[in-house]
Structure formats: structure tokens, C-alpha cells
């Protein structure tokens, strides 16, 4: 009898998954052999015995990165980014090493975590070691980690783009028009303008204030830090930036770097041989006897569900279930006496939010919760920060954003344009409450008004109560209001200013652990390795000739688009404007 199409799919992904697999196993171990047989570059041979560090700070800086097969075959992880803040310190305190060589390029890093490397090796500057930065083409935020240095040797040719600040929001409003889309939004607070793009052309008043606040308080830490490093008046340096962009002959001439070299000889310049950040890594073992504290990330937009790391043109996806299992392990694990919550979130669901919220109060109630802000902890990001026991946050970071939206893109516009019609059938009332292609009833409205004011009430009481402020006093700065950790400090939404070190020592301290005293930071979950999460990927190829074609249906493409339409219109969001970017 002749095999089923539908078999022999199934065959034919059976056999696709053993090739990749095959394929993956012969190429890691290809490059693990070579690595091992020294065919790698003499540069990146570490000399235990040397007194240079050197050290590339380019390209991206994920909070928690996944797990490769290169780095499966070679024995070897990729740090998280806590993990190198803690390796740079260790690096600070080693007794042998002199100087530390870095060589800055472009990075995806924000101004917070620019703001912790920068702190770092301003630590390591502090024991005595001396810190040279090297510098090729760069902007505002490489320039402004390499002012830490006690040198900048910029590459002859560099081009150095250093200017004032600004930060661009693009209104999509003009195009919806055009195209028949309007967007069925309501926000609780003046300042909750994350649906202000589809919903405006331009800046409100109250977004423009809040934007000016926001980009003001981070180009005047940029203004004094670099002013301070560089040893001139913040007049000075304003002026500098100002005149910029620079070449690296015009930047030598200005006073903003030391000396001008090739990066060759530049690091050849500070030592022979060389040490690398992998030499200072903290290594947790099975036997390890230090105290533990565990380390959660909350990284990416909040969701319901597993969370996942980011994938070809998405960012990652900090899961409900995943993080409140966390949570739940590191509690009920006696060999963990305190939780540093990493958060690097803009928010997301509110529901979701809330089950992480939740978790965290469950947790506090057995153990000391520190939360670490990252780049972004807002609105969402925020709302699972708050029962914390105490908050710490970059002066730079993105916080606040107290308050949440509801809304729905309705189609019916487009649809007429495309001569696509939709008929209805409808039993009780309320049943087209989430179509694309009907507006809200003013009866709809009202409901929509009434679930957000409910939720910005809860998550108003949320902070009021473990803030120890009144609702109303909580009200006052929420609204939607996006803070710089400097700011929130002020009005009272974070105890502390500075890093994730600083958070380890907070969480040291509320556990009653000797602030001498090493622990071993041992992140929840445990990471999947490279292997796992290939033969996840794989699971359900049963049938994927079916689905394959399938999903290439237009009928299949526009069932998919109203899903994730519908599904807009299902969730209360409480999250930070997208789009948003400061250089």
C-alpha cells in the first residue's frame, strides 16, 4: 500500500531533525577540536600569570543569553550580564593584574546598563589598576563608558559621534488614517501614552513633558559623569559634546581623548600577554558551600506562559508561569537564603503581571526579595517589582509608568478599501465586543473604561501598600509618569541608587550574610542546555507538510492577523511606549 502523504511528511521531518542534528554534532566538535588543538589566535590564549586584562565591551549584552552548541562543545557558557559586572569586580580585587585593556565598540546596551559596566570599571580603577579604553567609530553611550577610563586612545580615521542626546517616537496615526485602521484606545493616567502612537501625529503636551524629563535627567548624568572622569567643568564638556561630531585627530585636539594609536599596538602597548574576563567568572559547583542567593530574570515584555529568548526580529519574553516557578523554587529551597530580581522589562499583560506580583509577595514572606533594575522596569516591569523588600535602581534606568491601557485596532475601514465585507450573528449582548471590524458601542466604552480604572485602582493599592504611601500620594506620581531612577528615588518608587552589585550587598544584608562574605549567585531556573532546546524546537514536526502549506493560505494568514488582533483587545497592558530609544 502506498504510504500516506501525511506518513511520509512525517518521515521526511523525521529525517530533516537527525540531519541537523548530525550536522550540529560534527561542526561543534569540529570547532571544539580546533580550539583544543590551538589553532585559535595566539591573542586569545590566556596567560594566568599576566598582568593585563583585556577585555571587548561590543555587540549585545543579553540579560540572560541562551545557551549555544559553539559554546556546548567548548565547555564554556555565555555570561549573563550580572555575571560579567561580577567578574569585573573579582577582576578589580585580583592581586596580580595591573591594567585592564578595553576595547569599546557599538552595543545594544541602554544607559542603565552602560551605567553599571561604567561603575565597574570605575571599581576597578579604585584598587589601584590602571584602565585604558580604546575607541574606533562610536557614539554617545561608548564614549560615555570610555570616560571611565583613566585613558582613551582613539583609533587615527575613528569617526566619533558625540552629540547631544535625542530620542525619536514615530506616530503611526497619519498612515491609519490613510489606510482605513483606527485606534480604539483608553489610558488611565495623562502620561500613559503608550497607545499615543497609533493614536496621535505628534506629541501631546503631557507627553512632550514627560519625554523632556526623561531625556533631560539622562543627558545630565551623561554631562556630569563624563565631566567628572575628564577632570573639566560640565560647561566645558556641554560645549564639547555640542561642537561634535568628531574625527579622532579633532577629538585628540578637543581634549576628549588621550592619544591616538591602532588597536594592535595599542594593546601591545599595555603587555605581552593577557588575561580574559572568563579568568575572573564566579564558578558555582555542585559541592559549593558559599551561602546562595538566587538570581531571577524578568527580561523582555511580560506574558502569560513559558518564557522565551529572543528570536529572529522579536525581543525576549519574560513568562508568567516560568518566573512564578522560579520564584516558588528559590522559596522553598533552604540552601537559598535571599532573591536578587533582575528586571529588565518595558511590561506587558497586566494579568500576567500580576501572577508575578504575586509570587514575589508569596516569596518575600520566607525570604529577603531584592529587586535589580536593569535598562527598563516599568509599568509592568514596575507592578512585579513593587511587594519586593527593596528596589534598587540605575540613576538612568526607565521606571515607573504607573498605569495601564485597554484598546482594539478597528479594521472596518480597511476592510471596505479591500473589498473585504464581514456579516454578523449575534446571541446576548456584547458578543462583537472584541471584532476588528465593528467600533465600541458607547455601552462597550464604558465597560472598557471601567475594567482599566479597576486595574489602575489595584495596581495604585499594590504600591501604596508595600511603598508605604497613601493611594492618593501614589496617584500624584503614577498616571502613566516615566521616571529615571534618580527621579523615582526622589518621589519614593526606589530605595536605592546603583547595580546589580549593589542589590547582591542589599540582599547579603537582609539575609544577615557578612558583606565580606562570597556567595554563590545560582540563577532560577537552571538554564536549558544547547541540546534541550533543540529537541524542543523539534517536538510536533508531526505533519508539518500539512501545516506548512496551510499556514501559506491567505485564508490561514488572515485568520492568524485577526488572532493577534483579537488578542490585543483581550488583555489589559500595562506597558512603556514602543519604540522608544535614546542616543
Known amino acids: 500500500m502506498a504510504m500516506s502523504r501525511r506518513r511520509r511528511f512525517f518521515w521526511i521531518a523525521v529525517g530533516l531533525v537527525l540531519v541537523a542534528s548530525f550536522t550540529a554534532v560534527v561542526l561543534g566538535g569540529l570547532a571544539y577540536f580546533v580550539q583544543s588543538q590551538g589553532h585559535s589566535t595566539s591573542a586569545r590564549q590566556s596567560d594566568a600569570s599576566s598582568h593585563v586584562l583585556s577585555l571587548s565591551l561590543e555587540g549585545s549584552f543579553a540579560e540572560n543569553p541562551a545557551p549555544t552548541f559553539q559554546l556546548a562543545f567548548s565547555g564554556d557558557s555565555a555570561p549573563s550580564f550580572p555575571a560579567i559586572i561580577r567578574a569585573l569586580d573579582r577582576a578589580a580585587d585580583a592581586a596580580g593584574l595591573q591594567t585592564v585593556f578595553v576595547r569599546i565598540g557599538g552595543t545594544d546596551l541602554g544607559w542603565a546598563r552602560a551605567y553599571e559596566l561604567r561603575g565597574a570599571l570605575l571599581r576597578v580603577r579604585a584598587k589601584g589598576k590602571k584602565v585604558t579604553a580604546f575607541l574606533e567609530d562610536s557614539g554617545n553611550m561608548e564614549y560615555y563608558l570610555a570616560s571611565a577610563a583613566d585613558e582613551i586612545v582613539a583609533l587615527p580615521e575613528a569617526i566619533l559621534e558625540i552629540h547631544g542626546l535625542s530620542a525619536e517616537v514615530m506616530f503611526l496615526k497619519g498612515a491609519f488614517d490613510k489606510l482605513g485602521v483606527e485606534a480604539q484606545f483608553v489610558a488611565m493616567g495623562k502620561y500613559k501614552n503608550a497607545p499615543n502612537q497609533f493614536t496621535e501625529k505628534k506629541f501631546t503636551p503631557a507627553h512632550r513633558e514627560q519625554m523632556r524629563s526623561l531625556i533631560g535627567g539622562i543627558y545630565r548624568d551623561y554631562i556630569s559623569s563624563v565631566a567628572a572622569s575628564r577632570k573639566k567643568?560640565?560647561?566645558?564638556?556641554?560645549?564639547?559634546?555640542?561642537?561634535?561630531?568628531?574625527?579622532?585627530?579633532?577629538?585628540?585636539?578637543?581634549?576628549?581623548?588621550?592619544?591616538?594609536?591602532?588597536?594592535?599596538?595599542?594593546?601591545?602597548?599595555?603587555?605581552?600577554?593577557?588575561?580574559?574576563?572568563?579568568?575572573?567568572?564566579?564558578?558555582?559547583?555542585?559541592?559549593?558551600?558559599?551561602?546562595?542567593?538566587?538570581?531571577?530574570?524578568?527580561?523582555?515584555?511580560?506574558?502569560?506562559?513559558?518564557?522565551?529568548?529572543?528570536?529572529?526580529?522579536?525581543?525576549?519574553?519574560?513568562?508568567?508561569?516560568?518566573?512564578?516557578?522560579?520564584?516558588?523554587?528559590?522559596?522553598?529551597?533552604?540552601?537559598?537564603?535571599?532573591v536578587v530580581l533582575r528586571v529588565n522589562s518595558p511590561g506587558g499583560s497586566g494579568s500576567a503581571s500580576d501572577v508575578i506580583a504575586r509570587e514575589v509577595e508569596n516569596t518575600v514572606a520566607k525570604k529577603p526579595v531584592i529587586v535589580s533594575m536593569s535598562d527598563y522596569a516599568a509599568s509592568g516591569g514596575y507592578y512585579v517589582s513593587a511587594p519586593a523588600n527593596a528596589i534598587v535602581a540605575d540613576p538612568t534606568t526607565i521606571t515607573g509608568s504607573i498605569g495601564v491601557f485597554f484598546g482594539k485596532f478597528v479594521l472596518k475601514g480597511l476592510f471596505d478599501k479591500l473589498g473585504i465585507t464581514n456579516d454578523y450573528i449575534d446571541f446576548g449582548e456584547g458578543g462583537s465586543f472584541a471584532s476588528a471590524s465593528r467600533r465600541w458601542s458607547p455601552e462597550d466604552q464604558a465597560k472598557v473604561e471601567g475594567l482599566a480604572s479597576r486595574f489602575y485602582d489595584r495596581f495604585l493599592a499594590l504600591v501604596a501598600e508595600n511603598r508605604h504611601m497613601d493611594v492618593e500620594g501614589v496617584h500624584e506620581i503614577a498616571q502613566g509618569r516615566v521616571w529615571t531612577g534618580a527621579e523615582a528615588k526622589r518621589v519614593g518608587l526606589v530605595d536605592e541608587l546603583g547595580g546589580f552589585d549593589r542589590a547582591l550587598l542589599l540582599a547579603k544584608d537582609k539575609a544577615n550574610i557578612a558583606s565580606g562574605q562570597d556567595v554563590a549567585v545560582v540563577v532560577f531556573p537552571a538554564a536549558k542546555s544547547a541540546f534541550d532546546r533543540f529537541f524542543e524546537d523539534a517536538d510536533g514536526w508531526d505533519g508539518i507538510g500539512i501545516s506548512a502549506r496551510g499556514s501559506l493560505r491567505p485564508e490561514m494568514l488572515a485568520d492568524r492577523f485577526r488572532a493577534r488582533v483579537l488578542k490585543q483587545s483581550r488583555t489589559i497592558w500595562a506597558r512603556l511606549p514602543y519604540g522608544f530609544e535614546v542616543r
Open 233 to 338: 567643568t560640565e560647561a566645558e564638556i556641554e560645549a564639547l559634546i555640542s561642537a561634535g561630531p568628531y574625527d579622532g585627530s579633532a577629538a585628540l585636539d578637543a581634549g576628549l581623548v588621550d592619544r591616538l594609536d591602532y588597536p594592535a599596538e595599542a594593546l601591545d602597548a599595555a603587555g605581552d600577554t593577557y588575561r580574559y574576563l572568563r579568568d575572573f567568572r564566579d564558578q558555582a559547583g555542585v559541592f559549593d558551600a558559599r551561602p546562595k542567593v538566587a538570581l531571577i530574570f524578568v527580561d523582555g515584555e511580560i506574558l502569560s506562559g513559558e518564557s522565551q529568548d529572543a528570536g529572529f526580529g522579536s525581543g525576549p519574553v519574560a513568562g508568567s508561569d516560568t518566573i512564578a516557578k522560579a520564584l516558588r523554587d528559590a522559596a522553598e529551597d533552604d540552601a537559598v537564603k535571599a
